[in-house]
């Protein structure tokens, strides 16, 4: 078992939809949860950042953490073509050396139709 | 402006032939790593440094070096680069290890023939 799974997607949305991305992990050390976007022939860039569980929201963007059911999700409001992108999970546990790396799951691919 | 800088951004070559990828942040970041990112496989981390003279292997080391002689430099090498290796690189930094956000650069497609 993987210890992060992203389904790869492609997802398609119409503009103005609900957006739910989601990633699962085995690794129950794993303590802080990111979701990056990447747009194509660009580097991901850090999108939202959560610690341990809950919810965080910035505008349209909303990510929630179940650690009980190892269970991540990003979901976005009102989509907008602007949101096409692959968005990437990551996460990682709360120690150095080479354990503390950030893992990525393999990105979802999210097309959203004018 | 903050940003990590790559280069070259495209290259093509062939097998055998040793090159560097140069990458530089302007953000004294302590943490830089090196990661490929494959159809399919997503990213993966090839190398990692935690601070000038301290280098470490990640998940997929095999055929790369890197140094790290100044903070803000961190080139990786490709000593005798074969097909395997084409792919599209990234090179991130980040104040500390793991939990600290990464900064990306844009990436480098390196294509061996």
């Known amino acids: 078992q993987k210890e992060v799974e992203q389904d790869p997607g492609p997802l398609s949305v119409p503009e103005g939809a609900i957006v739910s991305l989601n990633c699962t992990y085995s690794?129950?050390?794993?303590?802080?949860f990111m979701w990056y976007r990447q747009y194509s022939r660009k580097g991901p860039e850090l999108l939202m950042y959560?610690?341990?569980?809950g919810n965080k929201e910035d505008g349209r963007f909303t990510a929630q953490v179940d650690k009980s059911s190892k269970y991540i999700s990003l979901f976005i409001r009102d989509s907008q073509p602007s949101d096409s992108a692959t968005y990437l999970c990551?996460?990682?546990?709360?120690?150095?050396?080479?354990?503390?790396?950030?893992?990525f799951g393999k990105g979802t691919k999210l097309s959203v139709k004018p | 402006e903050a940003q990590v800088t790559q280069n070259p951004r495209y290259l093509i070559t062939v097998t055998g032939k040793k090159l560097t990828v140069t990458c530089s942040q302007n953000?004294?970041?302590?943490?830089m790593s090196w990661y490929r990112q494959d159809p399919g496989l997503g990213l993966r981390q090839i190398y990692y440094?935690?601070?000038?003279?301290?280098?470490d292997k990640g998940d997929v080391p095999e055929g790369y070096k890197v140094s790290r002689k100044e903070k803000r430099n961190f080139p990786l090498i490709l000593e005798s680069p074969s097909p395997n290796q084409t792919s599209l690189y990234f090179c991130?930094?980040?104040?500390?290890?793991?939990?600290?956000?990464?900064?990306f650069g844009d990436g480098t497609r390196l294509s061996i023939l």
């Open positions: 953000m004294n970041h302590e943490y």
């Open positions: 959560t610690y341990s569980s």
């Open positions: 990551a996460m990682s546990p709360n120690y150095g050396g080479s354990q503390g790396n950030l893992i």
């Open positions: 690794n129950s050390a794993f303590q802080y």
């Open positions: 440094s935690m601070n000038v003279e301290v280098t």
């Open positions: 991130a930094s980040s104040l500390g290890q793991g939990y600290q956000p990464q900064h």
